[in-house]
């Protein structure tokens, strides 16, 4: 479900789409740090940065936001996590 909200910008309307859904990837003890980054570098879209900031949140506090969007991308995306052996869920 996403939800629109209108913004002024120096007197022009600007339209931005907010997003409700997001995957949570969580911490496990089988999955190497590598194999988590290239999955989120394939599946999510990610840069190498990006990743490897999201698997030592991951590593670090047990749980991370790793992408916001669409249910229906989302399905897809966390599937393909999951299928890769990584423990995540959409919410």
Known sequence: ????????EKGSAKESVK??????MYND???TFDHVIE???RVCNHTP??????????????KCTVKTGPIQ???IQCSK???AGLSAEII
């Open 1 to 8: 479900m996403s939800t629109r909200e209108k913004t002024i």
């Open 19 to 24: 997003f409700d859904n997001e995957i949570i």
């Open 29 to 31: 003890d089988v999955n």
């Open 39 to 41: 999955t989120l570098i």
């Open 49 to 62: 940065e990006q990743a490897e900031q999201c698997s030592l949140i991951v590593h670090y506090k047990g």
């Open 73 to 75: 991308e989302l399905t």
């Open 81 to 83: 996590l999951l299928d």
